[in-house]
C-alpha cells in the first residue's frame, strides 16, 4: 500500500532512448547485411517484448530497416518448473531473417536473480547461434543468483529481498509508471 | 491438475490454459531444436490395454518434445496376457518410478479405479477407456475449431456460439462423451445425429438436442460436422440393416458437404471407413481438418502432460 513512484512516464521514455543510443553505440553504427537486419531485440514475456517494441520504434527512426523485434518465451527453460504453481507459456517469435550470425540483445523488465536470462540463454540455444548475446534492463535491482549482468540499464533499483517492484506499461496497464514498496 | 481423467472435471478457464499452451507447443515442431527440456527427468508410461496407433505415438512424440523419458506397455507381450492384475502392473510401475501414467483400456473407468487406487502415486491421463470418455481427443477437437475459426487470434478464446453437429455411433463413443462436455465448457451448443439404435437410451442429462436425419441436420448448417466412426468391434449387435444403408442415411458423402456452408469443417477422430461413414472426397476435401486434427493432437498432448507434470502440486 506504501509503494513509492521512482519512475515516471517521462522517466520510462528517457531510458529507453539513452539506452537505445547506447546500443547503436556499441554497435558502432548499425548494418543490414542484404537487407536483413543485423541486430535482433527479442523481448522476454510479458512486458520485455513492450519493451523490445518501444526500443526497435525508437531504433527504427535512427535508422530504419537496422533492428527486428521479436519476442523469446523461457517458460520451458525455467529450473523452477516444480516449485511453483502452473505458469501459462506465451508465444515465441523469431523474426524471419532467424537469430544465426546476428547480435541479439534480450530485453526484460526487471532484473532480479537472473534466472529468467540464464533460461532464455538456453532458450535461444535451440533456435541458432547468435553471434553475441547482449541483455538490456529496466530496471537493475539486484540480488543476482547466478553470475549474468546486464550491458544496457535503465536505471540500478537498490532493493531489499522484501520489496515489490512494479513495471506497469500503458500498452496493457492502466497507467505508465515503476513503483517500489 | 493431478489427473486427466474427464473433460466433465475441467472447468472453462483449465480447459482455454490447456488450449493456449497448446498454441505455444505448436511452435516446437517449426523449430530447429524440436525439443523443451521443461519435463526433463520426468518419467512417462505409455499403458495400453487396447489397440491404438496414432493416440500411442501421439502420445510418444508429446513426452519426447517435452524432453521426459518414455516406456510404452501394450497388454500384448507383456505380464498381462500371462494374467497379471491391473493392480499388480501398477505396483510394478510405481516401482519402475513412474510420474504419469497414460491409460487406455477397455472397461470403462478404468483409469479412475487407478487414480483413486492408492497403488501408484503418478498422474493419470485417460487415453480413452471402454464408452466412457477420451479427454485429449476432445481438446484436440476443440482446438483444431479454435484455430479454423480465430487463426493467430485464438489464445483466450472460447468456442461461445458455435454450432457442431456429432453424427454417427454416439452409443459406443467415448469421443463424442468428452466433446459434449467440453465443447459445451467452451460455449458451443451441440445436436447429435444418429440412428435411433445408436443413440444412448437416455440423453435427458446431456446438454444437447438429438436428431434422426443428416440431410435435415446438414441444411441447418453447422459450423461443425464431426463424424465418428462405426467401430466394428464393438457392432455385436444388429445395430443398422447394412453398411450400405447406413452409409446412404448417415455418411457424409460428397453430395451433402456440398450442401454445408462454405466456411463450416470436416471432423472425424479416426481412424476413417472410407466409403461408410464419410465419403473419401469428403475426407480430402478442403473443408476437412483429419490431418490437421492428428498434428494438433501433439501439441495439445504436450500441454496436457506440461499441465500435469509442472507446478507444486504435481
Known amino acids: ?181 | 491438475m493431478r489427473h486427466l481423467l474427464s473433460t466433465k472435471d475441467l472447468t472453462r478457464d483449465n480447459a482455454i490454459a490447456i488450449l493456449d499452451v497448446a498454441e505455444d507447443m505448436a511452435g516446437v515442431a517449426d523449430r530447429e531444436v524440436k525439443k523443451l527440456p521443461a519435463l526433463r527427468g520426468k518419467t512417462v508410461v505409455n499403458l495400453f490395454f487396447e489397440d491404438s496407433t496414432r493416440t500411442r505415438v501421439s502420445f510418444e512424440v508429446a513426452a519426447k518434445r517435452l524432453s521426459a523419458d518414455v516406456i510404452n506397455f501394450s497388454a500384448k507381450g507383456s505380464s498381462v496376457s500371462k494374467g497379471e492384475s491391473l493392480k499388480d502392473t501398477a505396483q510394478t510401475l510405481a516401482a519402475m518410478g513412474a510420474d504419469v501414467v497414460v491409460i487406455r483400456h477397455a472397461a470403462s473407468g478404468a483409469p479412475k479405479v487407478l487414480a483413486d487406487s492408492g497403488w501408484i502415486d503418478a498422474g493419470i491421463v485417460n487415453a480413452g477407456d471402454g464408452t466412457h470418455e477420451h479427454p485429449t481427443q476432445a481438446l484436440l477437437d476443440a482446438f483444431t475449431i479454435r484455430r479454423r475459426l480465430y487463426g493467430p487470434d485464438s489464445r483466450g478464446r472460447g468456442l461461445d456460439g458455435t454450432t457442431v453437429t456429432i453424427v454417427g455411433d454416439i452409443l459406443h463413443s467415448r469421443v463424442a462423451r468428452s466433446n459434449i462436455w467440453l465443447l459445451t465448457t467452451l460455449g458451443a451448443s451441440l445436436r447429435l445425429v444418429a440412428p435411433a439404435t445408436l443413440l444412448p437410451v437416455n440423453t435427458s442429462g446431456w446438454p444437447v438436442t438429438v436428431g434422426y436425419d443428416l440431410d435435415a441436420a446438414v441444411d441447418a448448417g453447422p459450423d461443425v460436422v464431426m463424424m465418428l466412426r462405426i467401430q466394428a468391434e464393438r457392432m455385436n449387435a444388429s445395430f443398422f440393416p447394412s453398411a450400405r444403408e447406413y452409409s446412404r442415411q448417415w455418411g457424409l458423402d460428397d453430395e451433402r458437404v456440398a450442401r454445408l456452408p462454405a466456411g463450416s469443417i470436416v471432423m472425424h477422430p479416426g481412424p476413417m471407413n472410407r466409403g461408410l461413414e464419410i465419403s473419401a472426397g469428403a475426407a480430402d476435401s478442403a473443408q476437412s481438418t483429419v490431418l490437421e486434427q492428428v498434428a494438433n493432437g501433439v501439441s495439445i498432448r504436450m500441454a496436457v502432460l506440461f499441465h500435469l507434470l509442472s507446478g507444486s502440486d504435481a
Do not use: C, W
Open chain 1, 1 to 181: 500500500m506504501t509503494a513509492r513512484s521512482v519512475l515516471q512516464q517521462a522517466d520510462i521514455a528517457r531510458a529507453l532512448t539513452r539506452i537505445s543510443h547506447e546500443i547503436l553505440e556499441s554497435n558502432r553504427g548499425l548494418s543490414s547485411v542484404d537487407g536483413e537486419a543485423d541486430l535482433v531485440l527479442l523481448g522476454i514475456p510479458t512486458r520485455g517484448v513492450l519493451l523490445a517494441r518501444r526500443l526497435g520504434a525508437i531504433l527504427d527512426g535512427i535508422q530504419p530497416g537496422a533492428v527486428a523485434v521479436g519476442a523469446l518465451d523461457v517458460t520451458m527453460y525455467r529450473d523452477d518448473l516444480s516449485k511453483n504453481p502452473t505458469r501459462a507459456s506465451s508465444p515465441t517469435e523469431i523474426p524471419p531473417g532467424g537469430i544465426d550470425g546476428k547480435t541479439v540483445i534480450l530485453v526484460d523488465d526487471v532484473l532480479y536473480s537472473g534466472r529468467t536470462i540464464r533460461a532464455a540463454l538456453d532458450a535461444l540455444n535451440d533456435f541458432g547461434r547468435p553471434r553475441a548475446v547482449r541483455l538490456a534492463v529496466l530496471i537493475d535491482r539486484g540480488h543476482r543468483e547466478l553470475p549474468i549482468r546486464a550491458d544496457f540499464v535503465g536505471k540500478n533499483l537498490p532493493s531489499s529481498a522484501e520489496e515489490r517492484i512494479n513495471v506497469r506499461l500503458s500498452e496493457i496497464d492502466d497507467s505508465e509508471e515503476v513503483t517500489i514498496g
